[in-house]
């Protein structure tokens, strides 16, 4: 009979722990891109104003259009920089708990060879007495 590895439940707590984790690096990665993105988008956007004016009043649209323009990019800048942060610990997170993981993977493996060494042990005992008994039957035959 095998025996069982004794971490088993707390492997595949650790292993739920990572996949959990993974999917927060996921989702921090995607909003750190989505918002990188956004910044670009909004600084071609920002670009695109023209800069030639005929009027006082093209002159002062201009000037509202790249002040808002400045305020947008500076509140994405800031949004990128805390997502890039979110990024970053979440990343962290995830490198721990498959750190975790790892060390309990290679517990396992170490147990699962074990328990290989001893069915291959008790295979080896069983075959000997086996040889054994068969030598000792000829044996017996040939001094009849």
Do not use: W
């Not at 920002?46 to 002040?67: G, N, P, S």
């Not at 994405?76 to 993981?101: I, K, P, W």
């Amino acid at each position: 009979m095998t025996v069982p590895f004794s971490l088993a439940g707390l492997l595949r707590l650790r292993r739920l722990e990572e996949v959990q984790a993974g999917a927060v690096y996921g989702a921090a990665t995607a909003r750190h891109a989505a918002l990188v993105a956004r910044t670009d988008r909004a600084i071609a956007d920002a670009e695109a104003i023209r800069a030639e004016v005929d009027t006082i009043h093209e002159l002062q649209a201009v000037a509202a259009a790249r002040a808002a323009s400045m305020a947008m990019l500076a509140e994405l800048h800031a949004l990128t920089a805390g997502a890039a942060d979110e990024r970053t610990n979440a990343q962290r997170g995830y490198s721990v708990a498959r750190g975790r993981t790892l060390g309990l993977e290679k517990l396992e493996d170490r147990h699962a060879e074990g328990v290989h060494a001893a069915e291959l042990a008790a295979e080896q005992v069983v075959l000997d007495e086996l040889g054994s008994s068969a030598r000792t039957r000829s044996a017996r035959r040939d001094a009849r």
